[in-house]
């Protein structure tokens, strides 16, 4: 597997949780990573991307409460996750695209449950 997420869990409502991907096998560096979400019953969604150029877009229901980072030396990328809302629920995917939009790899999911 070239990307491992790892922090998913159950949070209260108002919480916060950390995301974090580790990869390996391919040129971390030039690839944009990022998050996808996939609620039950819906389609995947970018959550979250950061370009190899620093360029970061956020999906509008997260901008002001989860930021993502890299780290083009430990190869990783981090999503912190506050304010947590229910509809923050969902299977939260790492993804890496190759600057030519050609490759895609994914992690296997991790769970985040937001919960009373």
């Known amino acids: 597997d070239q990307l491992q997420a790892s922090g998913g869990g159950l949070v209260r409502p108002g919480g916060s949780l950390g995301l974090s991907c580790a990869a390996s096998?391919?040129?971390?560096?030039?690839?944009?990573v990022g998050w996808y979400r996939q609620a039950p019953g819906k389609e995947r969604e970018l959550v979250a991307r950061?370009?190899?150029?620093?360029?970061?877009n956020y999906a509008d229901s997260v901008r002001g409460r989860f930021t993502i980072s890299r780290d083009n030396v430990k190869n990783t990328v981090s999503l912190q996750m506050t304010g947590l809302k229910p509809e923050d629920t969902a299977v939260y995917y790492c993804?890496?695209?190759?600057?030519?939009?050609?490759?895609?790899?994914w992690g296997k999911g991790t769970l985040v449950t937001v919960s009373s």
């Open positions: 993804n890496g695209r190759s600057a030519n939009y050609v490759i895609n790899y």
């Open positions: 096998g391919f040129t971390f560096r030039t690839y944009a």
């Open positions: 950061v370009t190899s150029g620093g360029g970061i």
